[in-house]
């Protein structure tokens, strides 16, 4: 995550390059998302794009999720630039819409990014969660 990202408050998400709306709260987040799409050089494109922020200086880290659409992303394309990335998470038979998640865990600036593929369409990229480790 870029460390601007990292740093993000609700004192300054307006200023963010993406115009994110605050959809929701509770006494200790704000809950934003994007409504636009956000178009990729290869015609793919990010939709569903969600942000929480802490309300409070040293509260809980920014949390960044995203869906892809488009391209089929594999996890062969994942490795490739997350070698890292192992098996946090796997469908349980709760739900048609659970995923397998792999986590490429902290970085250098304490990033832990996790992708997610939806069993109904388990060998493309589904979702995107960036966050980091307080």
Same mark, same amino acid.
């Given at each position: 995550?870029?460390?601007?990202?990292?740093?993000? #408050?609700?004192?300054?998400?307006?200023?963010?390059?993406?115009?994110?709306?605050?959809? *929701?709260? *509770? !006494?200790? &987040?704000?809950?934003?998302?994007?409504?636009?799409?956000?178009?990729?050089?290869?015609?793919?494109? &990010?939709?569903? &794009? !969600?942000?929480?922020? =802490?309300?409070?200086?040293?509260?809980?880290?920014?949390?960044?999720?995203?869906?892809? *659409?488009?391209?089929?992303?594999?996890?062969?394309?994942?490795? @490739?630039?997350?070698?890292?990335?192992?098996?946090?998470?796997?469908?349980?038979?709760?739900? !048609?819409?659970?995923?397998? =998640?792999?986590?490429?865990?902290?970085?250098?600036?304490? *990033? !832990?990014?996790?992708?997610?593929?939806?069993?109904? @369409?388990?060998?493309?990229?589904?979702?995107? #969660?960036?966050?980091?480790?307080?």
């Amino acid at each position: 995550m870029n460390p601007v990202v990292k740093k993000l #408050t609700v004192d300054d998400v307006n200023r963010a390059p993406l115009a994110f709306k605050l959809i *929701n709260q *509770n !006494e200790y &987040i704000n809950f934003y998302q994007v409504r636009e799409k956000v178009k990729l050089e290869d015609a793919s494109t &990010i939709t569903d &794009i !969600e942000l929480r922020l =802490s309300k409070s200086s040293g509260g809980m880290a920014p949390f960044l999720r995203f869906s892809l *659409n488009g391209r089929c992303f594999t996890l062969s394309d994942v490795k @490739k630039h997350y070698h890292d990335a192992k098996l946090s998470n796997y469908p349980r038979g709760d739900s !048609e819409n659970e995923t397998t =998640s792999y986590t490429s865990f902290s970085d250098m600036d304490k *990033n !832990e990014i996790t992708f997610s593929f939806n069993q109904k @369409k388990p060998i493309c990229l589904t979702n995107v #969660t960036i966050t980091t480790i307080q």
